[in-house]
């Protein structure tokens, strides 16, 4: 089988899979964000950090540490606390950019010294990924992660069409060499589009504003691709994992998702809703 054919049979299961959790509801979708965080976790301490899954109890830890991070996101009483978390993940991210624009792009990264921080793959993993539990746990649930993923969606797409379309301009090439600036332009605007029609469609809103925000929303998608793909410069790998044929790991599917959601769950509690 092509590596087309195998891209477009598991990104058709993988919609698949994220629109029957999302009908199924909120718990079974919380549970398969953090079956992906988990899977994330794995791809970090084996393929980052070059340590062996089950050689010792650190990959457990890991996964232990990771999930006690969430856990306490599922009990109502504590719920309050989420918001605080969305405020750390929110910091990650902004230090996660100052890596991205600041750190030396053509400097690898000794992975020997940086396995040090190996306790620390699962923490990080919970960061990444909290914001979207928290996303699923508010009000109106379906209409709210529709409206993300139509947002990154419509950046991937975007980007993809118009920058194999009309790309002449790289937009960094040193860090990823495919990406033009045409099709950044292209992406943010169809995810300023698709935003907005989605959130008319669900509560019926509309205006400037909330088009500018889309749009805003793009490009700090694209922000978390691009975060990614020099992580994996630096530590010299070309995907995250080989878990999903032709498209890498699920840190790779869901890098620019996981960057852009605690910023678009702040823009949704005080402008759009």
């Known amino acids: 089988m092509s590596n087309t054919a195998n891209r477009v049979i598991f990104g058709l299961l ?80 902004v230090l996660l950019a100052g890596y991205l624009f600041f750190y030396p792009h053509d400097k690898r990264l000794n992975v020997t010294k940086f396995q040090k921080l190996i306790f620390l793959v699962g923490p990080f993993t919970a960061m990444l990924v909290s914001p979207l539990v928290y996303l699923v746990r508010m009000e109106s649930m379906l209409p709210l992660v529709v409206i993300l993923l139509s ?38 605007v169809t995810s300023g589009v698709l935003g907005s029609l989605t959130l008319y469609l669900f509560f019926g809103k509309i205006g400037l504003i909330y088009i500018i925000i889309f749009i805003l929303s793009g490009i700090v998608s694209q922000i978390g691709d691009l975060v990614q793909s020099k992580i994996k410069r630096q530590f010299e ?29 702040i823009s949704l509690e005080y402008v759009i809703l």
């Open 237 to 265: 790998i070309k995907d995250s994992s080989s878990l999903i044929p032709g498209h890498g790991g699920i840190y790779d599917r869901i890098d620019s998702l996981v960057f852009l959601s605690p910023f678009f769950i």
């Open 151 to 188: 947002v990154n969606f419509g950046m991937d797409t975007g980007a993809w069409f118009f920058g194999k379309s009309f790309g002449k301009h790289k937009l960094w090439p040193k860090i990823s060499p495919k990406k033009t600036i045409e099709g950044l332009i292209g992406g943010s």
């Open 14 to 93: 993988m919609i698949f899979g994220v629109a029957l959790s999302l009908y199924l509801g909120t718990l079974p979708t919380a549970v398969m964000i953090v079956i992906a965080g988990s899977l994330i976790v794995d791809e970090l301490y084996c393929n980052f950090f070059k340590c062996r899954r089950f050689n010792s109890l650190y990959f457990f830890e890991q996964i232990l540490f990771f999930a006690l991070v969430l856990w306490w996101q599922f009990i109502p009483a504590w719920r309050v606390l989420g918001y605080y978390q969305l405020m750390a993940s929110s910091v990650l991210n």
